[in-house]
């Protein structure tokens, strides 16, 4: 049973920075492609970075140069640092897991608000 547990959400001025993290257990960390997802109140949810297995990133536009996405393979832990928060960061950030045969699985999601 894989399990995806995310931490790091709060609250946050305007300008400042978070670190999200999700932990992976019950499967075999390092071959898969890891990635963070957002859902703000009332939208869809959308893809914000991943990471492939050799240590490639994508991020959407919106985020590019501001959050930096990052695995730990010995802890089996994916991070999203995000600097220079803006009230248009604050949803429900999920991580995903993506194995080699596209099954995906999701974390319970962690809050961000960014407010002052």
């Known amino acids: 049973q894989v399990q995806l547990v995310e931490s790091g959400g709060g609250l946050v001025q305007p300008g400042g920075s978070l670190r999200l993290s999700c932990e992976v257990s019950?499967?075999?960390?390092?071959?898969?492609?890891m990635g963070w997802y957002r859902q703000a109140p009332g939208k869809l949810r959308e893809w914000v970075a991943d990471i492939a297995a050799s240590g490639f990133t994508q991020y959407v536009d919106s985020v590019k140069g501001r959050f930096t996405i990052s695995r730990d393979n010995a802890k089996n832990t994916v991070y999203l640092q995000m600097n220079n928060l803006a009230p248009e960061d604050t949803a429900v950030y999920y991580c995903k897991l993506t194995t080699t045969l596209g099954t995906g699985y999701w974390g319970q999601g962690t809050q961000v608000t960014v407010s002052s």
């Open positions: 019950g499967n075999t960390f390092t071959n898969f492609r």
